[in-house]
């Protein structure tokens, strides 16, 4: 059941001032999926422990993407039937704690409509599953970083397409967009699309029993463990940096699954890998 659409991040904002100007912690979370009204329910972003890249310091291009891939494959693995209760928690709607807010379209949903049937919100492979062929068991297609609750006819449209500008309105998701090959997320969510792809390409190296997960600069790359576009991935990177919602979703991850997305953390590593 979808009961809102929380876009209205700047009132947040101006109530984490005024609450600053009080003296009080501010909890609230500003970012695009923080509704209007939001009251803390979830704590402010806090920033990776200390140590945790000291294996990355100093280091750049491949060296960098080697050591950041050796720190974040130090991680709990869950299973796929796990994954509902840890987006229940990692994508909470931050002015409803019994919803979450549902990818692409911004809208929020309750916990409980989580399942199958139309209306109801599902498990979305941002990185799709196909490419690489990976499944559900437990691995890359249970990683929570790039799973996330999305509506499930909107998750259906998307399907396993590449990501690329251009195409039509999407049916219940109006600010992305798709044609036969690609899909084009709304401009709220463009950079968070982009690291989860990132994360993905450099937790997955092949050096365990998983695919190794890379992109490339082309879309219908089927089942091969590519993913594009990397140009367009790129720049969305840059015209959307980390939320505060997104960085307190990796803060949650942290805690379930151990593992960061060293591009939330550290921005600028994109540029030095990609
Ligand atoms: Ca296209
Ligand atoms: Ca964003
Ligand atoms: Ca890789």
Redesign the pocket.
Known sequence: MVISKPRHWKAIALVSSAVLVAGIAPQALAGENAPKGATASNVAPADAPAGYYDAAEGKTGDELKTALSGIISEQEVLSYSDVWDALKQTDEDPADSSSVVLFYSGESSSKDNNGGDQGNWNREHVWAKSHGDFGTSPGPGTDIHHLRPTDVQVNSIRGNKDF?N??EPVEGAPGNST????WEADDEVKGDVARMIFYMATRYEGTDSHPDLELNDQ?ENGSAPLHGKLSVLKEWHEADPPSDFEKNRNDVIFDIQKNRNPFIDNPEWVGEIF
């Open positions: 690329d251009g195409g044609d036969n090959d690609s879309v």
